[in-house]
């Protein structure tokens, strides 16, 4: 039986799908990696089977990358530019009250376009394996935990106070992400208010959880 003609991935849905023998893209590349990082872990990430995928030779991969480790850090980076940054940049959104600054956070918690929850499974499984990874894994939390510190002292919470509300919080996402419960949306949003009180000690505004629910609904129609 003949070969199914390879589909390259795109970011953009915009644009027409690559098909055949087309030369492919850096960004075909990166994206048909961070697909084998995300289902089967970092060792299945090898350069031949990958070109297998695309429908390409090898000498394609060496047009746009060094090596495999060029290629792998490539991936991390992409990581840390988009899952690694949105926690912190979601943080420092406008907020009128502390209770609509983790609703701000909770963005990434809906919205898989700021934060790709099976991406950062898969970075950390890779950290258990690599020092190097471990490190920069490491330095992201950090990043991550200063930034929630730092927005629940903007409304005047103890330094200290604010350190462990920013560790409770952030923690506690990670393992909620981990425990895959398989909440519909709608249980979710049922839930926000409570967890709000829990995280920060105070009641939330009916107009900021309307607005949250607004805006995960959205989020879940468009995908």
Known sequence: MPKPTPLLHRDD????????????TREDWLNVALDVLI??????????????????????????????????????EHWRET??????????????????????????????????????????EWARRSGRVRKVLDQSNQRSLDALQAMFERFDYDPAEARIRARVLFYMQLGYNDAELNET?????????MYLYV?????????????????????????
């Open 39 to 76: 289902s089967d872990g970092v060792e299945m990430v090898k350069v031949l089977p990958l070109g297998e995928r695309l429908g390409v030779s090898r000498s394609s991969f060496y047009w746009y990358f060094k090596s495999r480790q060029d290629l792998l850090d490539a991936l991390l």
């Open 83 to 124: 899952n690694a940054a949105a926690l912190v940049t979601q943080s420092r959104q406008q907020a009128e009250t502390i209770t609509g600054a983790v609703l701000n956070v909770f963005r990434c918690v809906v919205n898989p376009a700021l934060f790709d929850t099976t991406l950062d499974f898969a970075v950390r």
């Open 13 to 24: 849905p915009d644009r027409e799908p690559l098909t055949g023998n087309i030369k492919v």
């Open 185 to 193: 949306l709608e249980e979710r949003i049922e839930q926000v208010a």
């Open 199 to 223: 995280f920060t000690g105070k009641r939330p505004q009916d107009a900021e959880l309307a607005d949250f629910a607004r805006y995960a609904r959205g989020v879940e129609a468009q995908g």
